[in-house]
């Protein structure tokens, strides 16, 4: 199993080191360059840290080309460690969230490729190996905007947990503005495949197209506003059965990666980066998230024998099950006519519990996740180790009881299948996430300088003279008073923030580090 960092500029992958400070409490997705010592520090609003260059022209801009460089990435891996090289080299590609442009770019990559080496035409035959890809798998992913966007207001108006996030007329408003998104998104891709067909990002014409699609989509102007007025509502992207701010899926990985011992213990000579303002910036400039082809590339995938496997939590807004399931009906291949006339059937985690509802055919499966949010897994680890090991071994997800790729019976919609509002998560304040994880006020006692941290969760505060009062229940101020001195050691070393809080797609454009799990059967 290999985990990859990419674009380069995110995660531990890097082009050149500098030093410079993030302010967690502001904007921990900036680096302000510096000569600052990256040794200690306690100072949330200017961590001190080693960081990529912060350049956006070193760095890919489009996801095309991050799967050229994925490729080639392969080749010297493959060849440089055979020892991790299975017989026949076969692989399963996985990815969420913006892993549903990445995955099934690299997919696609790797067949055109193979192609090219059987080629008696192509000089790469003598150097390169073919791969073979046998699983896509693909969680709460967004992978046609096209497709997908239509669903947004719909889902915030009208869901299975009956929460109705905004009013009639907010909906109704939205759903006027997303024709216009449609059609400058169709303008971008024709410009694209005349211009661009390899999508190098190189040509100004259609960059300029594409990325006035994403800013009126997705951006920051009016129209954006209107078409999602549900950040406006107090509730979580990520699952909108949960207020803002909520802590949950923990973001402890990004303490972990930012430790100095865990660094030391990977051999890694920089801070985590969860979010890079350059990849961002790089990638807004081409308006990547409207561009692609990830669409049609499923379907040539499945007629080329790939098992494609679709999960997607139902609680979550950001990539939302509604527009997943439009996303599976709207693949065109072989197997399409088959898999739209296959019903959903229940999906056994084990002998006692439904974990779920699945619709499948002839290798194509998508999966609703019950009670869950974009990161499905997390809320439901059984049910989706259940689907993980089904895709591998190529059987049916419903029951991982049988080798046919059948159609699956039962109903044609699954939308009456209705989930109960969970409770709100307790409160965890986690410096590493204050954005996300933080309210106005954690945030400003941490700004302050008045937060009491241990273990990078925010536990108490400190009066005018020093004395500490440590959090009950409910993170209000108990009577439990200390004087003891905080730790300074927890923030010894700094690392950008994991997510900046912006519009539903620009939280989550590519320059969240994208994790790319590629595993070799």
């Known amino acids: 199993m290999l985990y990859l960092d990419q674009p380069v500029q995110v995660g531990f992958s890097y082009d050149e080191l500098v030093t410079g400070t993030v302010n967690e409490t502001l904007s921990p997705f900036l680096v302000t360059k510096s000569n600052a010592s990256v040794v200690g520090g306690d100072d949330l609003n200017a961590l001190p840290g080693i960081f990529p260059s912060q350049k956006p022209s070193q760095t890919v801009n489009t996801t095309a080309s991050s799967a050229r ?6 080749q010297s891996w493959l060849q440089e460690f055979p020892e991790y090289s299975p017989p026949n080299k076969t692989l399963s590609i996985w990815g969420e969230s913006y892993g549903g442009h990445y ?45 997908q966007t239509p669903l947004y207001p719909e889902f915030a108006f009208n869901n299975t947990y009956g929460i109705q996030a905004i009013n009639e007329t907010e909906y109704k408003a939205a759903r006027a503005v997303v024709p216009e998104c449609i059609r400058l998104s169709e303008k971008c891709r024709a410009l694209g495949d005349e211009l661009d067909p390899h999508e190098w990002g190189s040509v100004k014409e259609v960059n300029d197209a594409c990325a006035a699609a994403f800013m009126f989509c997705f951006g920051s102007d009016k129209a954006a506003s209107k078409m999602q007025p549900f950040q406006t509502k107090g509730r979580d992207l990520f699952d909108i059965t949960q207020p803002k701010p909520n802590p949950f899926p923990p973001k402890f990985a990004a303490g972990y990666l ?56 139902d609680a979550d807004y950001q990539c939302n099950w509604l527009g997943g399931e439009q996303i599976s009906l709207a693949i065109n291949s072989s197997v399409s006519t088959g898999f739209r006339a296959a019903g959903y059937t229940d999906l056994f985690t ?6 779920g509802v699945v619709r499948e055919y002839g290798g194509l499966s998508f999966v609703r996740v019950f009670d869950a949010g974009h990161a499905a897994p997390y809320y439901q680890p059984e049910t989706a180790h259940a689907i993980f090991t089904r895709t591998l071994a190529r059987t049916d997800i419903a029951t991982g009881q049988s080798n046919s790729f059948r159609a699956s019976s039962g109903p044609s919609s699954s939308f009456g299948i209705k989930n109960a509002i969970p409770p709100p998560n307790k409160p965890l304040c986690y410096v590493w996430d204050v954005f ?86």
């Open 69 to 74: 460089a994925m490729w080639w990435f392969l």
């Open 103 to 147: 995955a099934p770019a690299l997919a696609s990559h790797i067949a055109a490729q193979n192609s090219l080496l059987r080629s008696s035409q192509s000089n790469m035959s003598k150097h390169a190996i073919p791969i073979t890809v046998d699983a896509l798998g693909l969680v709460n992913a967004c992978i046609d905007n096209i497709v």
């Open 258 to 313: 930012n430790m100095r011992e865990t660094q030391q213990d990977l051999g890694v000579p920089l801070n985590f980066t969860g979010f890079s303002a350059a990849v961002k910036t790089a990638f807004d400039s081409t308006g990547d998230f409207i561009r692609g082809k990830s669409l049609a590339e499923l379907g040539q995938l499945l007629d080329a024998g790939t098992r494609v496997m679709l999960m997607y939590g």
């Open 350 to 355: 084990n002998s006692s519990y439904k974990g």
């Open 436 to 521: 996300e994880t933080c309210s106005a006020r954690e945030t400003a006692l941490l700004a302050a300088g008045r937060g009491v941290v241990r273990d990078f969760v925010l536990v108490g505060e400190r009066t005018d003279n020093g004395t500490e009062i440590l959090y009950g229940n409910g993170n209000n101020p108990s009577a439990t008073i200390s004087t003891s001195t905080p730790n300074n050691t927890e923030t010894a070393r700094a690392g950008a923030g994991r997510r900046v809080v912006g519009g539903p797609i620009g939280g989550l454009v590519a320059a969240v580090s994208s994790v790319v799990l590629l595993i070799w059967l």
